[in-house]
Nanobody, 114 residues
Framework: QEQLVESGGGLVQPGGSLRLSCAAS????????MTWHRQAPGKEREEIAK????????YVEETLLDRFAISRDDDNNIVYLQMNRLKPEDTAVYYC???????WGPGTQVTVSS
């Protein structure tokens, strides 16, 4: 009932861009901070971006700050992750979450390869 569903992943060449979307349903989306996480093969899941209620504050992991951006659309219950100048090491499953609510999406695969 309470769901997050990511979309927008896929195969992209190094240097390319993707915009991931996370659609929320079944809870009051606008009342929750939202986060993006990724898990590369053989590595732990890491939090890479966060946006607070109302989009008042945004955080992107330091090493990704110049390439990634997070945003949200509270009218349509969507949180976005814009990813630019993608590198092979960005290959991972990307997840969105409403951590304080305990809701996670199933993830979307991003593969950066030529």
């Amino acid at each position: 009932q309470e769901q997050l569903v990511e979309s927008g992943g896929g195969l992209v060449q190094p240097g390319g861009s993707l915009r991931l979307s996370c659609a929320a349903s079944g809870f009051n989306f606008r009342h929750y901070a939202m986060t993006w996480h990724r898990q590369a093969p053989g590595k732990e899941r890491e939090e890479i971006a966060k946006i607070t209620v109302g989009g008042r504050q945004m955080y992107v992991e330091e090493t990704l700050l110049d390439r990634f951006a997070i945003s949200r659309d509270d009218d349509n219950n969507i949180v976005y992750l814009q990813m630019n100048r993608l590198k092979p090491e960005d290959t991972a499953v990307y997840y969105c979450a409403a951590l304080s609510r305990g809701i996670w999406g199933p993830g979307t695969q991003v593969t950066v390869s030529s």
